[in-house]
């Protein structure tokens, strides 16, 4: 059972930067997961944005294909996602969690990331 933490969020400007990172817990297997990234914005349904195979291929959604990169520390338990060139758009709680997700891997509380235009 994966029981990510969420961090790094805030409050940026469009064209800024951040990193977010997930500590997920409760899991001796992480490093055979795939792990991804999902967000969700107001009104709208959370998607997977990133994901990272065990053998550390990622693979992207068109919407931030060439600005994110997901990346992973299997010695932390700990899945990254780096944020470039950030747009208004990107404004949502980020997540962390197993892909496809498993009914038994809870999801953490997110962590906000804040486009100002």
């Given at each position: 059972?994966?029981?990510?933490?969420?961090s790094g969020g805030g409050l940026?400007?469009?064209?800024?930067?951040?990193?977010?990172?997930?500590?997920?817990?409760?899991?001796?297997?992480?490093?055979?997961?795939?792990?991804?990234?999902?967000?969700?914005?107001?009104?709208?349904?959370?998607?997977?944005?990133?994901?990272?195979?065990?053998?550390?291929?990622?693979?992207?959604?068109?919407?931030?294909?060439?600005?994110?990169?997901?990346?992973?520390?299997?010695?932390?338990?700990?899945?990254?996602?780096?944020?470039?060139?950030?747009?208004?758009?990107?404004?949502?709680?980020?997540?962390?969690?197993?892909?496809?997700?498993?009914?038994?891997?809870?999801?953490?509380?997110?962590?906000?990331?804040?486009?100002?235009?």
């Amino acid at each position: 059972q994966v029981q990510p933490v969420e961090s790094g969020g805030g409050l940026v400007q469009a064209g800024d930067s951040l990193r977010l990172s997930c500590a997920a817990s409760g899991t001796l297997l992480f490093s055979m997961n795939t792990m991804g990234w999902y967000r969700q914005a107001p009104g709208k349904q959370r998607e997977l944005v990133a994901s990272i195979t065990s053998s550390e291929t990622s693979n992207y959604a068109d919407s931030v294909k060439g600005r994110f990169t997901i990346s992973r520390d299997n010695a932390k338990n700990t899945v990254y996602l780096q944020m470039n060139s950030i747009k208004p758009e990107d404004t949502a709680i980020y997540y962390c969690n197993t892909v496809p997700r498993r009914p038994w891997d809870s999801w953490g509380q997110g962590t906000q990331v804040t486009v100002s235009s």
